[in-house]
């Protein structure tokens, strides 16, 4: 069984500075990980996903992340944060088939 | 069209009512789901179709029936909802494979419904 616990479910940064959002997974098989980003009245959108080949991934809008498998963590990241960014964000787990298993998500606020 | 559409944006439907809710993908997978998604809570995975067959369903209530005609149309029919049954609705598709790396989903932007 798979599971993602996703630490703040509120977050708010100034424009420009670093973007943190946490995820630490559970999974007793090798996990398949992903972030995706959800805009006010759309669906989700994949940012990266993690598939077992390099342990930091980078993704679109300039958002990366880094699997680090002894922490079990899979944060998100980004160097400067834009007034775009503001959205939802999930993280999400799977052990291979196409079952994912979602966060509860965090929100991102970001400020002039 | 491209990507993944759904029909209708906004649905507010009685106790009472039928109704049908609609997804399209124009990508050329051979998975589709229904995802329920409430507020505070995690996506809830409802249904999967692989290669048209329902491969999972995960505990909905039968007042929710799915039916995907084709790889490309997946219809969730509502009959007999309750209040807590409103939630923003999402489908997502992708493209299934039997080894290798997972191929990520893909979300249509999600029916908003509201029982009343």
């Known amino acids: 069984a798979q599971s993602v616990t996703q630490l703040g479910s509120h977050v708010s940064v100034s424009e420009g500075a670093l973007v943190l959002l946490r995820c630490n997974y559970s999974s007793s098989v090798p996990p398949y990980l992903f972030w995706y980003v959800q805009y006010p009245n759309q669906g989700l959108q994949l940012l990266l996903k993690y598939t077992s080949a390099a342990t930091l991934v980078k993704g679109i809008n300039g958002f990366e992340a880094e699997f680090k498998k002894s922490e079990t963590s899979f944060h998100l990241t980004k160097p400067s944060a834009h007034m775009s960014d503001a959205a939802e964000y999930f993280c999400?787990?799977?052990?291979?088939?196409?079952?994912?298993?979602f966060g509860t998500g965090t929100q991102l606020k970001v400020e002039l | 069209e491209t990507g993944v559409t759904q029909t209708p944006r906004h649905l507010v439907m009685g106790m009472t009512n039928k109704k049908s809710l609609k997804c399209e993908q124009h990508l050329g997978h051979n998975a589709m789901y229904w995802y329920k998604q409430s507020a505070k809570k995690p996506l809830e995975l409802m249904f999967v179709y692989n290669f048209k067959e329902q491969t999972e369903n995960n505990s909905v209530p039968s007042r929710f029936s799915p039916e995907c005609p084709n790889s490309s149309h997946l219809f969730l029919h509502l009959h007999t909802l309750q209040p807590e049954d409103s939630a923003l609705y999402l489908c997502a598709s992708s493209q299934e494979r039997t080894s290798g790396p997972l191929y990520e989903q893909y979300f249509g932007p999600g029916t908003r419904l509201t029982v009343t």
């Open positions: 999400a787990v799977t052990g291979g088939g196409n079952k994912l298993t």
